[in-house]
């Protein structure tokens, strides 16, 4: 039996963090950073069953063209990640009365939509990246024993070749995307390619104001960085940590990304927010096929 200490419900019976119990979450699962980009989502639902929202994590429940989606935010980051993937695990695989995982588990399907910036000039301010791979460099998998399993270990050694990492900052990981939700997303309107996910928003991807970095030519790096066909195509803070928690609790994952920022060019989209609404349209449609 997992300790109360260890799986922290609340009074009502919901998982701690997230304020979820089971029958309110669909199997297909959207997720996005910001609590104010869940309505904007739900607003193209038929109807919705349920909302709730506790600290960032905001959740809508309901029906797209007759598929059951909820969508839930997560804040920034792999910390962040580390508790909304633990949690909705939890909910399907876990029984909440006995404290005990059930012997039959679920599979979840879940499906980033966040904004992001592009490492390469062709890849314009305006269009969607699926991330075949999310490259981490964060720690937070690390402290999961079995992570080695569910790692590209002949990627990673490759970067951590070709950009000269600072072992002080720990080893970069590599995940790949989950197949067979790839295959229901991935169209000719998308780009593919790896999304770096950093760990921070101004030093850890490049970005000086007051301070300097540690390595000024990372970014140089990110964007010439090919690994058998597979290139770096944009950088954010969610979509490595997706991957591995989510292939580890034997899930599928991911990431569509919509690009708001070029950083070889130095451009940024004119309208954020359409750009938002364009992949909104686009993820619901293909998972409502």
């Known amino acids: 039996m997992i300790k109360a200490s260890e799986l ?5 019976g919901s998982i701690y963090h997230i304020n979820l119990k089971p029958e309110q979450i669909a199997d297909t699962i959207i997720l996005v950073g910001d609590p104010n980009r869940v309505p904007r989502v739900s ?26 989606l909820t969508v839930l935010s997560t804040g920034i980051g792999p910390d962040n990640i580390d508790i909304v993937i633990n949690e909705l695990d939890a909910l399907v695989n876990i029984d909440l009365n006995t404290r005990k995982p059930k012997e039959q588990l679920s599979q979840l399907n879940l499906v980033r939509f ?12 305006d269009s969607f990246v699926l991330s075949s791979h999310g490259l981490g460099m964060d720690n937070m998998f690390h402290s999961y024993k079995d992570s080695p399993k569910v790692r590209e270990i002949a990627m990673e050694d ?3 070749a070709h950009t000269g990492w600072n072992e002080l900052k720990g080893r970069p990981y590599i995940i790949g995307c989950g197949q067979e939700l790839k295959k229901r997303l991935l169209t000719d309107k998308v780009f593919e390619g790896i999304t770096g996910t950093a760990p921070g ?20 790096k990110l964007h010439s960085f090919n690994y058998q066909g597979h290139r770096m195509t944009n950088l954010e803070m969610e979509t490595s940590a997706i991957y591995g928690l ?22 940024f989209t004119k ?8 992949l909104i349209v686009y993820g619901l449609e293909q998972l409502a096929k």
């Open 8 to 12: 922290i419900l609340n009074p009502d």
């Open 114 to 125: 966040g904004t992001s910036g592009s490492l390469q000039a062709d890849i314009p301010v």
């Open 246 to 267: 989510a292939k580890l609790l034997g899930h599928q994952a991911v990431s569509l990304n919509a690009i708001i920022a070029n950083r070889p060019t130095g451009t």
């Open 271 to 278: 309208d954020t927010k359409k750009v938002v609404e364009d």
């Open 201 to 220: 928003f101004y030093g850890p991807q490049g970005r000086v104001l007051r301070l300097a970095v540690q390595d000024p030519d990372l970014n140089d």
């Open 158 to 160: 490759a970067f951590i």
């Open 43 to 68: 607003a193209h639902f038929d109807n919705i069953e349920f909302t709730t929202q506790k600290r960032e994590f905001c959740t809508h429940t309901g029906t797209y063209k007759g598929k059951r």
